[in-house]
């Protein structure tokens, strides 16, 4: 059983950055990934940011590549996600979620294992 609990969420003006932390307790075996997703009000679930747990391998969804960065601490058991450039469209509830195999299904929410309760990002214009 994994525990997922993200923090560092809160309001930020278009242009600036904010970080979000992932802290997961249990045991996270070297085969994770760990991802970052994002809901809006009436939209779908949408995948941000991976990586690999053993590696750090990363991928970005395109709408942030360049402006955001996943980084872990296996050490630590934490997961980060660096946001810069903020924009309006980035406002969202972002959870933090575990994979137990990290594949090329790593975008897909349907095969997250574990979520976080969510933090909310609101980025004013």
């Known amino acids: 059983q994994v525990q997922l609990v993200e923090s560092g969420g809160g309001l930020a003006q278009a242009g600036g950055s904010l970080r979000l932390s992932c802290a997961a307790s249990?045991?996270?075996?070297?085969?994770?990934?760990m991802g970052w997703f994002r809901q809006a009000p009436g939209k779908e679930r949408e995948f941000v940011a991976g990586i690999a747990w053993s590696g750090g391998h990363t991928i970005y969804a395109d709408s942030v590549k360049g402006r955001f960065t996943i980084s872990r601490d296996s050490a630590k058991n934490m997961v980060y996600l660096q946001m810069n450039s903020l924009k309006p469209e980035d406002t969202a509830a972002y959870y933090c979620a575990a994979d137990s195999f990290w594949d090329e299904k790593i975008v897909d929410p349907r095969n997250y294992d574990y979520w976080g309760q969510g933090t909310q990002v609101t980025v004013s214009s």
């Open positions: 249990g045991r996270i075996s070297s085969t994770y990934g």
